[in-house]
C-alpha cells in the first residue's frame, strides 16, 4: 500500500501567518502575564477588526454562536418572541433563538444569492408583524440581497442581525458584509476563513454601538455589578474571550486580506477547470459583492449526484461535503413555522457540494481535485 503517501486534502484547515504574528502576540501576553482575564491582545483585536471592517464597536467572545445569543439579547428578544431566520444554514444561526425562548419561523432562499428570499421575507411580515428580528445568512462568503432586506427591515421597524460568520472580508457594493445590520456576527472557528481556534465577535454598527457593546461586555462576563462583593441584577454568560486567543486574533487579522486572494484565486481555478462541465454549476456571483469565497460550492443537475462527487473524491482522500441542511428540515426545528419560496434551500441542499477551499492548498492539490472530477465526467 502506497496510497498513504498521499496527502489529504482538507475542505477548509487553520493558517497561520506564514510571518509568526500570532506567536509574537502570544508571547507578548506571556511575558506580561496577561493570559486571563481579558487584556491588550482582547483590546487591541477588538479595536482592530472594527476599524477593518468599518464597525463602530467589536466584542470578542469565545464562539459565534455567543455573538448570535448576544446580538438577540442586545435587540430585546425575549419569551415568545418570533424571529425570522434563513432557513439554508449551519445550526449556529438559530440555536440562539431558543436560548431566549423565543421562536425562530425560517424563511427560504432565493437562487440569486442562495440567502434569504426578500420575497418571502415580506410575506413572513404579513404572517407576522409582530417579529421582533430577522437574522440573515451570507452562506460560503456569497453576500444576501442586503438592499432589499434592509429595505422590508426598515419599513417594518424591525432590527437586522448579519451571520457574517462565513463571509468576513466579503464586500456587498464595497462595503464589508457583517456592518449592514444593527448587528453583526463573525466566527474564528477553525474552518473559518480566519481562526483562533475558536473565537466570535459581536460587530455594533446602531447609534448606540458603544453603549451596547459596553452592555455585551457585562453580559459575557457574567453581569457582575459594580460592588465588591459579586453582586447580579440579572442572569449573566461566561462568554469573553481569552487574551491568549485574542492573540491568534490579531495575527490573523494581518493576512484575511491574503486568505480572501486565495480563497477567490480557488474559486477562480474551479471555475477555469470544471466551471463548463456538463450538469455542474457553481454557487453564483454578482457584480455587487466580491465574495471571500469561504468555500466554494455548486449545485449538479446532471447524471453525477452529489454522493457520486463525495465518494469519488474521498476515495482519493480529498474532503468534500454536502451542503448544510436547511433548519426547516431539521428534526429538532420540526415544530416551527417555515416560509417557502419554491423549495429553493431545499433543492440546493439536495443537488449541492461544497470543494476543498483550503488555503494551505497548492496548486498541485487543486489539480488532483479538478482530475477527480473530470474523471467522473469522462
Ligand atoms: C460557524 C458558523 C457559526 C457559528 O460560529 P461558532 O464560532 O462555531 O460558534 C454561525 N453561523 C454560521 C453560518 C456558521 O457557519
Given at each position: 500500500m502506497i496510497g498513504k503517501l498521499k496527502k489529504h486534502i482538507y475542505l477548509a484547515s487553520p493558517h497561520m501567518s506564514e510571518q509568526g504574528y500570532e506567536q509574537e502576540y502570544i508571547n507578548e501576553a506571556f511575558e506580561t502575564n496577561w493570559i486571563a482575564p481579558l487584556g491588550k491582545n482582547v483590546d487591541e483585536f477588538e479595536k482592530g477588526m472594527a476599524q477593518k471592517l468599518g464597525a463602530k464597536a467589536g466584542v470578542a467572545l469565545t464562539t459565534g454562536t455567543a455573538a448570535i445569543h448576544l446580538a438577540l439579547k442586545t435587540v430585546g428578544v425575549g419569551k415568545g418572541d418570533i424571529?425570522?431566520?434563513?432557513?439554508?444554514?449551519?445550526s449556529a444561526s438559530a440555536n440562539p433563538i431558543t436560548y431566549q425562548n423565543a421562536?425562530?419561523?425560517?424563511?427560504?432562499?432565493?437562487?440569486?444569492?442562495?440567502?434569504m428570499s426578500p420575497d418571502a421575507l415580506e410575506r413572513a411580515f404579513e404572517k407576522y408583524p409582530n417579529a421582533k428580528a430577522v437574522i440573515v445568512v451570507h452562506l460560503?462568503?456569497?453576500?444576501?440581497?442586503?438592499?432589499?432586506?434592509?429595505?422590508?427591515?426598515?419599513?417594518?421597524?424591525i432590527p437586522l442581525i448579519e451571520d457574517a460568520a462565513e463571509s468576513l472580508g466579503t464586500t456587498y457594493k464595497?462595503?464589508?458584509t457583517g456592518t449592514f445590520g444593527h448587528l453583526g456576527i463573525i466566527s474564528?472557528?477553525?474552518?473559518k476563513i480566519i481562526t483562533t481556534s475558536g473565537g466570535g465577535m459581536l460587530l455594533l454598527n446602531g447609534d448606540n454601538a458603544e453603549a451596547e457593546a459596553k452592555k455585551a461586555r457585562f453580559w459575557a462576563t457574567q453581569s457582575r455589578d459594580p460592588a465588591r462583593h459579586y453582586q447580579h441584577s440579572e442572569i449573566g454568560y461566561n462568554y469573553r474571550m481569552s487574551n491568549i486567543v485574542a492573540g491568534i486574533g490579531r495575527g490573523q487579522l494581518k493576512v484575511l486580506d491574503d486568505r480572501v486572494e486565495k480563497k477567490r484565486y480557488i474559486y477562480n481555478y474551479y471555475?477555469?477547470?470544471?466551471?463548463?462541465?456538463?450538469?455542474?454549476?457553481?454557487m453564483p456571483m454578482h457584480e455587487w459583492v466580491r465574495s471571500n469565497c469561504w468555500l466554494t460550492a455548486l449545485t449538479l443537475s446532471g447524471k453525477i449526484t452529489p454522493e457520486m462527487l463525495i465518494n469519488a473524491l474521498e476515495e482519493?482522500?480529498?474532503?468534500?461535503?454536502?451542503?448544510?441542511?436547511?433548519?426547516?428540515?431539521?428534526?429538532?426545528f420540526a415544530e416551527y413555522d417555515y416560509i417557502d419560496n419554491g423549495g429553493v434551500a431545499q433543492n440546493i441542499f439536495e443537488n449541492g457540494v461544497?470543494?476543498?477551499?483550503d488555503t494551505n492548498m497548492t496548486d498541485g492539490d487543486l489539480e488532483r481535485v479538478c482530475a477527480g472530477i473530470l474523471r467522473l465526467w469522462a
Amino acid at each position: 500500500m502506497i496510497g498513504k503517501l498521499k496527502k489529504h486534502i482538507y475542505l477548509a484547515s487553520p493558517h497561520m501567518s506564514e510571518q509568526g504574528y500570532e506567536q509574537e502576540y502570544i508571547n507578548e501576553a506571556f511575558e506580561t502575564n496577561w493570559i486571563a482575564p481579558l487584556g491588550k491582545n482582547v483590546d487591541e483585536f477588538e479595536k482592530g477588526m472594527a476599524q477593518k471592517l468599518g464597525a463602530k464597536a467589536g466584542v470578542a467572545l469565545t464562539t459565534g454562536t455567543a455573538a448570535i445569543h448576544l446580538a438577540l439579547k442586545t435587540v430585546g428578544v425575549g419569551k415568545g418572541d418570533i424571529v425570522f431566520c434563513q432557513s439554508l444554514t449551519f445550526s449556529a444561526s438559530a440555536n440562539p433563538i431558543t436560548y431566549q425562548n423565543a421562536t425562530p419561523v425560517f424563511i427560504d432562499s432565493d437562487e440569486e444569492t442562495w440567502n434569504m428570499s426578500p420575497d418571502a421575507l415580506e410575506r413572513a411580515f404579513e404572517k407576522y408583524p409582530n417579529a421582533k428580528a430577522v437574522i440573515v445568512v451570507h452562506l460560503y462568503g456569497m453576500a444576501a440581497d442586503l438592499d432589499k432586506i434592509l429595505e422590508i427591515c426598515n419599513r417594518h421597524c424591525i432590527p437586522l442581525i448579519e451571520d457574517a460568520a462565513e463571509s468576513l472580508g466579503t464586500t456587498y457594493k464595497g462595503r464589508y458584509t457583517g456592518t449592514f445590520g444593527h448587528l453583526g456576527i463573525i466566527s474564528f472557528n477553525g474552518n473559518k476563513i480566519i481562526t483562533t481556534s475558536g473565537g466570535g465577535m459581536l460587530l455594533l454598527n446602531g447609534d448606540n454601538a458603544e453603549a451596547e457593546a459596553k452592555k455585551a461586555r457585562f453580559w459575557a462576563t457574567q453581569s457582575r455589578d459594580p460592588a465588591r462583593h459579586y453582586q447580579h441584577s440579572e442572569i449573566g454568560y461566561n462568554y469573553r474571550m481569552s487574551n491568549i486567543v485574542a492573540g491568534i486574533g490579531r495575527g490573523q487579522l494581518k493576512v484575511l486580506d491574503d486568505r480572501v486572494e486565495k480563497k477567490r484565486y480557488i474559486y477562480n481555478y474551479y471555475q477555469e477547470h470544471i466551471g463548463d462541465l456538463d450538469g455542474l454549476h457553481l454557487m453564483p456571483m454578482h457584480e455587487w459583492v466580491r465574495s471571500n469565497c469561504w468555500l466554494t460550492a455548486l449545485t449538479l443537475s446532471g447524471k453525477i449526484t452529489p454522493e457520486m462527487l463525495i465518494n469519488a473524491l474521498e476515495e482519493d482522500d480529498v474532503e468534500s461535503r454536502p451542503i448544510w441542511k436547511p433548519m426547516h428540515l431539521q428534526p429538532a426545528f420540526a415544530e416551527y413555522d417555515y416560509i417557502d419560496n419554491g423549495g429553493v434551500a431545499q433543492n440546493i441542499f439536495e443537488n449541492g457540494v461544497c470543494l476543498p477551499s483550503d488555503t494551505n492548498m497548492t496548486d498541485g492539490d487543486l489539480e488532483r481535485v479538478c482530475a477527480g472530477i473530470l474523471r467522473l465526467w469522462a
